[in-house]
């Protein structure tokens, strides 16, 4: 047979015995250790809040700039890609400024926003100055093409930058298509 349980609760008092002595330099160190936490977090949201409400330096964030860079995308990527570049050097100056000519298009329509919207978000308009590099330097190609069918296809830097890293930085979501970044991919190859 089983014995049976003691009682509950048992009959001596386990808090019968006085707590140990702490240091009173323990309760500093708490009230210390919740002051700077308290601090911490209180900085934290107030950054967080202050950076999301306010236009930030680095990146395009206004929602309606976002909105026209992806539909001016959507049009980059429908009529950039089908656009071959590797073909014969006779039409590769015709399809270079093919695609060149929907670039100018794409970007006609982002200039073509509010000024005062433009200025709100600092870095689009850079972003914007970005595109007509690249539309130059193709068209340069394009010359250079006309009169030496080896020519080779160079990309723009601003202050020993690659304009390709500059427009990534600003986060939009519209990366280059590659093909506008290398037009000579084919002459490369078969040099």
Known sequence: MVDPLPPYPPALDAWRFPPPPVSRRWLWVAIGSGAAATVAIVALVTSLVVAGSSDLRASIDDPEI???????????????????????????????????????????????????????????????????????????????????????FEEPEVDGEPIVDRMDAVM??????????????????RA
């Open 66 to 152: 976002i909105d026209a860079i992806d539909a001016g995308c959507e049009t980059l990527a429908a009529g950039v890609e089908p656009v071959s570049v590797d073909g014969l050097a006779v039409d590769r100056p015709g399809r270079i400024e093919a695609q060149t000519s929907v670039v100018r298009e794409v970007v006609a329509t982002w200039r073509g926003l509010d000024a005062d919207l433009r200025a709100s978000d600092e870095p689009f308009d850079d972003w914007l100055d970005d595109w007509d590099r690249l539309v130059e330097a193709r068209d340069a190609y394009v010359a250079d093409l006309q009169s030496n069918p080896n020519a080779l």
């Open 172 to 189: 939009t979501g519209c990366p280059v298509p590659d093909t506008l970044l290398h037009p000579d991919e084919g002459i490369a190859r």
